[in-house]
């Protein structure tokens, strides 16, 4: 179920990692269990134990060489420099899918679909805030004065965290109630309607017509009892609030990335050992910007998001300013490439407008 990166996700990333990572951790061995709702704050601290353990090791016998953790939503994945060049590489192919087409649209996901990700995307960041908070240890002499301010911002990103964990607790039964094979054919039925209606997919590549589909909507509705008033209510509402928890996840995402760059403008760049971690955190920022910057197209602005979408900007343009004081006569081209990375990371905003009223007619079923 949580198998695959929680941003960047592709079989072929998921095959590199398993067969050349320098050290591993899945979820289930550092959380003692397959779900991120049953991770107290006991079950974290052991986490970032067993996180610490492997990076002070990895540290401690690779010095002043870069090493990365990788954290999907299956686990933790450590790379030394050379396979980490790899791994940007083969990262480049769904980042740019990412940038020029955003994510697959909302209303084409079923509420089961959507709670996948949204705890895929929370076992990532239970592991990530935790790790964070590891690799802030290593740089507290870097950091000086700034290091108690960085950790505190840190710290922040750690309990509004634990806030989505308590969040999934309390919607746990509609969860359940999403889950129902009759609920799942439903939706799916009702989301091939509207692809169907929008010339997204054709009769043809279906295999049955969209009357054929209909009459299945109304066999499904009878036998799930989801022609009554009260089961559409709660199935509505169940969507609603696993969306809304899914884009609170997703902007978490996008601000810890935005914060650890940040923290590298501070010091004028990543310290040896740590580059390769600011590209992994530059990667995440690009991606996950692309994601918020889709949904808030399609679904509609957010307070978070347009504040995760202006923290990223200006961690994008703390982040060029060290590297533009070390090139000599060269500000000229560090302004045009800034522009041109700016105005990529707003591609996906220019996505087709058309998305948001069919989720808004799915809503209105």
Not at 28 to 52: C, G, H, M, N, S
Not at 53 to 69: G, K, S, V, Y
Request: aromatic fraction near 6%; include cysteine; hydrophobic fraction near 40%.
């Amino acid at each position: 179920m949580f198998d695959k990166p929680a941003v960047l996700c592709s079989e072929k990333i998921v095959s590199f990692l398993n067969d050349n990572f320098l050290e591993k951790a899945l979820f289930t061995e550092l959380a003692e269990t397959e779900f991120p709702w049953e991770v107290d704050y006991p079950k974290f601290q052991r986490i970032r134990e067993k996180l610490f353990h492997i990076e002070n090791a990895l540290r401690t016998q690779f010095p002043q060489r870069e090493i990365a953790c990788v954290i999907t939503g299956s686990g933790a994945f450590w790379l030394m420099e050379e396979t980490l060049a790899e791994y940007f590489r083969l990262a480049q192919e769904p980042l740019q899918t990412l940038r020029s087409t955003g994510p697959l649209d909302a209303w084409k996901l079923t509420t089961v679909e959507v709670a996948v990700t949204h705890l895929s995307n929370l076992r990532q960041l239970l592991m990530a805030v935790a790790h964070d908070m590891i690799l802030l240890q290593f740089l507290q002499e870097s950091l000086g004065n700034n290091h108690l301010i960085v950790m505190r911002q840190f710290e922040n990103c750690e309990k509004y965290v634990r806030l989505l964990i308590d969040e999934i607790v309390r919607h746990s039964s509609d969860i359940v109630h999403a889950s129902s094979e009759e609920t799942i054919l439903l939706e799916r039925c009702r989301i091939t309607q509207q692809m169907l209606e929008m010339d997204e997919v054709s009769e043809e590549e279906l295999g049955y017509t969209l009357e054929e589909l209909k009459r299945v909507e109304k066999v499904l509705e009878k036998r799930g009892g989801a022609d009554r008033p009260a089961f559409r209510r709660r199935a509505q509402a169940a969507y609603n609030k696993m969306l809304a928890s899914l884009r609170d996840s997703e902007n978490a995402q996008l601000n810890r990335t935005s914060k650890w760059l940040m923290a590298f403008s501070l010091l004028g760049g990543a310290p040896v050992g740590f580059r390769g971690h600011a590209e992994l955190c530059e990667l995440e920022r690009t991606g996950m910007r692309s994601i918020i910057a889709s949904r808030e197209l399609e679904l509609g602005e957010t307070a978070k998001g347009q504040e995760a979408l202006k923290e990223a900007d200006e961690a994008k343009t703390a982040t060029a300013r060290p590297m533009e004081e070390e090139i000599v006569n060269d500000q000229v081209e560090s302004s045009e490439e800034s522009s041109e990375i700016s105005a990529s990371d707003a591609e996906p905003r220019k996505l087709h407008k058309r998305h948001r009223m069919a989720f808004m007619s799915r809503r209105g079923r």
